[in-house]
Every structure is written in C-alpha cells, then in structure tokens.
C-alpha cells in the first residue's frame, strides 16, 4: 500500500487548507485512516483519526478549526484546516491500518509540509 498526501502549502494564520491522501495498492475501505504531524524539533503527534465507520477524533488543539473525511470509496482521506495558526505549521502524514498500540499504524504517507506565517 503506498499512500499519497498532497495539499500542503503556505498559508497565512486564519486561512484554510485542505489535504489529501489517497491510497493505492489495496482496499482500504475497512481499516482506520488518520493524520499526524510533525513541527521541527518535535515528535509527530497525533492530529485526527476517522474510524472505518465514520467515528472522528481530534486532537484537542485542532477541535472546531480541523475536519477529516473520507471519499465514500474508503482509500481517501482528507482533513480541512480552518482559522489556521502559526502553531499548525508542520510535515503532515496520512496514515492507514490502525493497530494495537496508539500510534501504531501499519501504513504512512510520506508527508506534506504545512507552513502558516504569521
């Protein structure tokens, strides 16, 4: 499986963004798919997650400026960014398969960089 992010760019604090990731190489319409983010100097962190039946969780920071969604077809993730601030800039990943650990995910995208001048 090789999933794909795009949609990254420079934004300025309170616009908006939308990324996506699509998936290629298998269905992946029954697992959990999820972003993450990682801002120089830190550890990736976790952003939002979308259950295989549609359930949602953000990370607190992000609640009510920050939506994920999923193309009916289930191998495509994207996240709408809102009122975006200086403290969002960072790589983001899309990630797949869920498993047993918090931030274990069988599948990640290489990244796109989000940067928001303030």
């Known amino acids: 499986v090789q999933l794909q992010a795009s949609g990254g760019g420079l934004v300025e604090a309170g616009g908006s963004l939308r990324l996506s990731c699509v998936a290629s190489?298998?269905?992946?319409?029954?697992?959990?798919m999820a972003w993450y983010r990682q801002s120089p100097g830190k550890e990736r962190e976790f952003v939002a997650w979308?259950?295989?039946?549609?359930?949602?969780f953000y990370k607190d920071s992000v609640k009510g400026r920050f939506t994920i969604s999923r193309h009916f077809s289930g191998n495509a993730v994207h996240l709408q960014m809102k009122s975006l601030k200086s403290e969002d800039t960072a790589v983001y990943y899309c990630?797949?398969?869920?498993?047993?650990?918090?931030?274990?995910?069988?599948?990640w995208g290489r990244g796109t960089l989000v940067t928001v001048s303030s």
């Open positions: 990630a797949a398969d869920r498993g047993p650990g918090r931030d274990d995910w069988r599948y």
């Open positions: 979308m259950t295989w039946n549609q359930g949602t």
């Open positions: 190489g298998r269905s992946l319409s029954s697992v959990d």
